[in-house]
């Protein structure tokens, strides 16, 4: 009898492990789910893709020319400036030594040629003596003058009326030629300047509509238009700068990094589907619970939708998906209705 109820017991675990596994299998050889769409009518729109950063139309960036230390700043990042006002000083003592001892020089040559010239009414000195007195002074004030005109390099001052939009200047440090201590600008109008390959340059008109996508908004249509291209473009990146203008109440910062789509050609009025739904010039249907592959004719290619010029109906149902996991013939279970 003991024997009978360990047999009883080993054959319900049995059991219960070939339900299990049943379970198992059965789940792992489930057709995968998947979602059909319907093409929809509506305008297609083909775009030149590039990047860009948003900056204000008019700005300036404020640099020093001289290798310096930093010794006093404005410290108004975010206020109003107007041409020529002061907004950082460097240290000046080592030119402005210069200039004292370039003066110090230049008085006393005006002295030696007032002497000269007393001494030349009296025929004690000769002509020559007195114009190379004369010749003197005159180098002297040019050192001065010139002399003069660095020490004015060593006041920074605002190029423009504007914000200062940033500002990097630091008391105690040095500043190195040519690197930027301010940025003054406009806070609006902003623009957008991008860069464009030059294949698609010729495509480019001023006006165009731009789709204009940002990291910090994503999900929102921002625009903007195409306000202008320049000339020459650039040998080396084989690129063209494009500016395009933002509307005022753009909610767009100052130095935001952003993704334009501009619009070169519209089409009204035709069948459209999504363009994830397109692999290599077809799409998939189900027919009979199995994935059978449709070439199509495609036409633009859009940001989202993919034209379509031929080989399907605005009432055919296909796989809103189209990814390289699924084969054609293989059997699939759809898993609802995704909408057009």
Not at 74 to 98: Q, S
Not at 165 to 176: N, Q
Not at 211 to 218: E, G, L, R, S, Y
Request: aromatic share 4%; with cysteine.
């Amino acid at each position: 009898m003991h024997g009978d109820g360990l047999m009883k017991r080993f054959l319900l675990s049995l059991l219960a492990l070939s339900i299990i596994a049943g379970g198992f299998y059965a789940f792992w050889q489930r057709p995968p789910a998947v979602d059909l769409v319907s093409p929809v009518r509506g305008s297609a729109a083909e775009v030149v893709y590039a990047t860009g950063v948003v900056e204000p139309e008019t700005w300036a960036a404020v640099t020093s020319i001289v290798r310096a230390r930093i010794i006093e700043r404005c410290n108004c990042e975010g206020k109003m400036v107007e041409r020529g006002d002061v907004i950082a000083r460097l240290d000046d003592t080592e030119a402005r030594a210069v200039f004292q001892a370039i003066k110090a020089r230049v008085d006393q040559s005006r002295k030696e040629l007032e002497r000269y010239a007393a001494l030349l009414d009296r025929r004690v000195v000769s002509q020559a003596a007195y114009d190379k007195a004369a010749a003197d002074l005159a180098q002297g004030e040019a050192d001065l003058a010139a002399q003069a005109g660095r020490l004015a390099d060593f006041l920074i001052l605002a190029p423009i009326d504007g914000t200062v939009l940033r500002e990097d200047a630091s008391v105690g440090e040095v500043a190195e030629p040519g690197q930027v201590l301010f940025w003054i600008g406009q806070p609006r109008p902003l623009i957008i300047v991008s860069e464009v390959n030059e294949e698609d340059i010729p495509r480019i008109e001023v006006d165009q509509k731009v789709a204009v996508k940002a990291d910090a908004f994503p999900g929102k249509a921002l625009d903007a238009t195409v306000k202008s291209i320049t000339l020459k473009g650039d040998p080396v990146t084989k690129t063209y700068r494009v500016r395009h203008a933002l509307p005022g109440n753009t909610p767009l910062f100052i130095g935001m990094s952003v993704e334009v789509n501009i619009v070169v050609r519209t089409v009204a009025e035709t069948l459209l589907v999504p363009r994830a739904a397109v692999n290599g010039g077809s799409v998939l249907i189900v027919e009979a619970g199995r994935i059978a592959a449709r070439q199509i004719e495609t036409g633009i290619v859009g940001i989202d939708k993919v034209e379509v010029l031929s080989g399907l109906s605005q009432s055919d149902r296909i796989v809103a998906a189209n990814t390289d996991d699924l084969k054609a013939g293989q059997r699939v279970a759809v898993a609802g209705d995704a909408g057009p």
